[in-house]
């Protein structure tokens, strides 16, 4: 069956390391996006690629980078600078223009900084 | 500005009763999409329906039903004869034609009591 998967569904962080979040899809899909969700905040857009090679940043890119090195793969990386990346995770994924298609999205992964 | 706004934060409802969802957004453009989707717990947000600009009709989906009103820029989603298993958190969102990213509410958790 197509879909995203995102992994792992837990992940636990030490203050100061970087850790990276995984995105796989195999729907085809061009454009990929990475979405944080905190309780009552709704989801804020990090990073998004809409081609191999090539991405943009969102409204909260600051201490996270990304890389779209095949168009199936949109991995992502919370850095030590990222001043407090408690949260859920989203990643999406879209055949084409998102205001056409809407997005499909992974189960997300929570990440806890211990 | 573009901005989407769910003013319900919390709605507990018993279950067979009626319940509407409130979603008002904010844009100069004259062409968007408005978007609602689901998120279980589970975790992964589900599409529920895509609605464009030029299109007013309302829409029923089963016991799922959506009215847009440009009038008052609203896209309300009403869920008739709730069920136990409507219990989720609920997003309105919305994508610009000049935009490929999709600016989300901060979501309705729905409680829907046996």
């Known amino acids: 069956d197509g879909g995203i998967t995102q992994s792992p569904k837990y992940l636990f962080r030490k203050e100061g390391q970087n850790v990276t979040l995984s995105c796989e899809q195999n729907?085809?899909?061009?454009?990929m996006y990475w979405y944080r969700q905190d309780p009552g905040q709704g989801l804020r857009l990090i990073y998004y690629?809409?081609?191999?090679?090539?991405?943009q940043k969102g409204d909260i890119a600051e201490g996270y980078s990304v890389s779209r090195e095949k168009k199936e793969s949109f991995p992502l990386t919370v850095t030590s600078a990222q001043k407090n990346p408690t949260a859920f995770y989203l990643c999406?994924?879209?055949?084409?223009?998102?205001?056409?298609?809407?997005?499909?999205f992974g189960s997300g992964t929570r990440l806890t900084v211990v | 500005a573009q901005k989407v706004t769910q003013a319900q934060t919390e709605i507990s409802v018993v279950e067979k009763e009626d319940v509407t969802l409130d979603c008002v957004y904010e844009?100069?453009?004259?062409?968007?999409?408005l978007f609602w989707y689901k998120q279980p717990p589970s975790g992964e947000l589900v599409f529920l329906i895509r609605?464009?600009?030029?299109?007013?009709q309302n829409e029923i989906s089963g016991r799922y039903s959506w009215n847009f009103q440009k009038s008052t820029s609203s896209f309300n989603f009403t869920i008739t004869a709730s069920q136990v298993v409507d219990s989720a958190v609920y997003f309105c969102?919305?994508?610009?034609?000049?935009?490929?990213?999709?600016?989300f509410g901060k979501g309705t958790r729905l409680h829907i009591l046996p």
């Open positions: 969102a919305l994508s610009m034609n000049r935009d490929d990213k999709i600016i």
């Open positions: 844009t100069r453009d004259t062409t968007y999409y």
């Open positions: 690629s809409q081609i191999v090679n090539d991405f």
């Open positions: 729907l085809n899909h061009d454009a």
């Open positions: 999406a994924s879209s055949p084409g223009q998102a205001i056409f298609y809407g997005y499909t």
């Open positions: 609605r464009n600009s030029f299109d007013e």
